[in-house]
């Protein structure tokens, strides 16, 4: 079984400019979450998407959103980007039947200069 | 302010103890809870997920919930230096807000 790849693996932005991340979860797996990781802040929640809602949202201002497709791959998009907005970018794919089960992603390190 | 804390470490445990790691959460609602473990450059991994109260065991791991207390703790057993990791340990609060803990490094001594 394939595990949650997410693309690109690696970017480089400029302040202003808009960024969408993607993520494939795991066959079957209709829950979709994104986290943000930096060393100061450590591992922060962003939002969870299951059948193409979003289920919740931590506390981030509206330039970040994302979306889940009918196939369970999500994106996400960050506008105007701020310097602060570096990070690792890490989705979730998770299982919701039956035993709870979740698998990150190798994440997006997006660097905004 | 809602918060999830831990014990930033590092926590150096000899191999073949007990490790023991502890967190305290601020929200009396808050209504699931799990541990990741973190190597090094990569990305975590839930090793495990509890909602009621009281031991929740997988393998080496036990997982220990007190809601009125406010906390709760990860025991790994027979620690191995394929252990040394930080761990993460995550809270939904009532309002579906996951929040995170800055995490506790945990060093085996072989």
């Known amino acids: 079984k394939a595990g949650v790849t997410q693309t690109p693996r690696y970017l480089i932005k400029t302040r202003g400019q808009q960024v969408t991340l993607s993520c494939s979860p795991i066959?079957?797996?209709?829950?979709v979450s994104w986290y943000q990781q930096t060393p100061g802040q450590g591992l922060q929640f962003l939002f969870e998407?299951?059948?193409?809602?979003?289920?919740n949202k931590g506390n981030f201002p509206g330039r970040f959103s994302g979306r889940q497709f009918s196939n369970s791959r999500s994106e996400m998009n960050v506008s105007t980007l701020e310097l602060g907005d570096s990070a690792l970018y890490l989705c979730?794919?998770?299982?919701?039947?039956?035993?709870?089960?979740?698998?990150f992603g190798p994440g997006t390190r997006l660097t905004v200069t | 302010q809602k918060e999830v804390e831990q014990n930033s470490g590092p926590l150096s445990v000899p191999e073949g103890a007990i490790a023991s790691l502890n967190c305290t959460y601020s929200?009396?609602?808050?209504?699931?809870f799990f541990w990741y473990r973190q190597y090094s450059g990569k990305s975590p991994e839930l090793i495990m997920f509890?909602?009621?109260?009281g031991d929740k065991e997988d393998g080496r791991f036990t997982a220990q919930l007190n809601k009125a207390s406010q906390y709760v703790s990860l025991l790994i057993r027979d620690s191995q230096p394929s252990d040394s990791a930080t761990y993460l340990c995550?809270?939904?609060?009532?309002?579906?807000?996951?929040?995170f803990g800055k995490g506790t490094r945990l060093h085996i001594l072989p």
């Open positions: 979730a794919s998770t299982t919701l039947t039956g035993s709870y089960e979740q698998y």
């Open positions: 066959s079957g797996h209709r829950s």
């Open positions: 998407y299951f059948s193409e809602t979003q289920r």
């Open positions: 929200d009396r609602g808050s209504q699931s």
């Open positions: 509890i909602y009621s109260n």
């Open positions: 995550a809270v939904n609060m009532g309002d579906d807000k996951i929040i």
